[in-house]
């Protein structure tokens, strides 16, 4: 029996503003930073509104989330760039976690073809 187990950590994140509707899947990628490609730097309180400041600028392909230390406040660097694009500036970092936009058509064939190969393989 062939079976493909996905396990992508995931962030969904979907923004409703009158009849506007955005979504945008993050695969994160801990401890790492992407580097030179950051657009806009911000303070936040958590992933969540670092996700939110990506998901409203359409230039956004990525972020970094920078964690917090004992004197410093969270860290948010929106990217133009992601890791497929930029392989080589993908870097290990103990201080930022990454989060690279994922396509939803990308991310539906995976769980499609999962599906597909066990239902097939039963």
């Not at 409703?16 to 303070?43: C, D, M, P, W």
């Not at 497929?84 to 500036?89: K, V």
Request: hydrophobic share 40%.
């Amino acid at each position: 029996m062939l079976n493909l187990i996905v396990a992508l950590p995931l962030l969904w994140l979907v923004v409703i503003n009158g009849e506007e509707v955005k979504q945008r899947v993050f695969n994160t990628i801990h401890n790492s930073v992407l580097v030179g490609s950051a657009i806009a730097t911000y303070h936040v309180s958590d992933e969540l509104q670092c996700s939110h400041k990506c998901l409203m600028d359409n230039r956004c392909l990525s972020f970094n989330y920078g964690i917090k230390t004992s004197t410093k406040a969270n860290s948010c660097e929106i990217n133009s760039s992601n890791e497929l694009l930029d392989r080589g500036n993908l870097i290990r970092s103990s201080q930022f976690n990454y989060y690279g936009s994922v396509s939803l058509i990308f991310l539906f064939d995976i769980f499609n073809y999962n599906i597909e190969l066990i239902c097939s393989e039963k």
